[in-house]
């Protein structure tokens, strides 16, 4: 019997008081029991309690070899999984979260004009436009609209492809920049509750 066992880099279960191999890995058993390696115990938790908690590689080979010691056992993947326990589901509250995304659109949005007003102030963009204006043309304007106009909407659009986002429609299919930074804010985050709790481990043994 072969076991191939693929740790997940991380778990979300909701109110349970055993976490099982399947729960913390992909496991694919040839020539034997596959439902019986998939409910192998890997932790008891409290069920009430909310909670996070690691499970080694090695873990999970040593419990699976003590359950079959006649199979061959190969791991691949993380050599860690985080799991995360909550004790009830959580309620979505959808006018909750309609006051939180308009809450921090107002944020956003007042933020990132007075950062673009403040960098046309010190660059002194109506100048610059200005002096553009009377080189193309000869002739001095202290509103030059035909330079405003385009640059406005140049800036609009800029921003747009920059952020691969136009309403709630993306642009192509490529992540946008806050996916990226919210895909490398969770790993490190995962990674940073995963060596506090190695740490606590390691204290608590030793």
Known sequence: MEIFIKPLKKASLTHKSCVRLKDAAEVYVAGGDQAKVENITMLNIDADRNGR???SALD????????CPEAGIQCMGETETLIVHKAKKEKYNRILD??????VCVVLFGGAMTAIMSFHSDAQMPAVFQNMYRIFFGIEATK???IYIPYSIG????IIVF???????KITEDPTPIEVEMTTYEKESDESVID???KEKNNGSS
């Open 53 to 55: 908690y690691i499970i």
């Open 98 to 103: 309609i006051i939180k995304t308009g809450f």
């Open 155 to 158: 800036l609009a659009v800029g």
């Open 196 to 198: 506090r709790l190695e």
């Open 163 to 169: 952020f691969n986002h136009f309403g709630l429609k």
């Open 60 to 67: 999970m080979v040593k419990k699976t070899a003590k359950l």
């Open 144 to 146: 030059p609209y035909i």
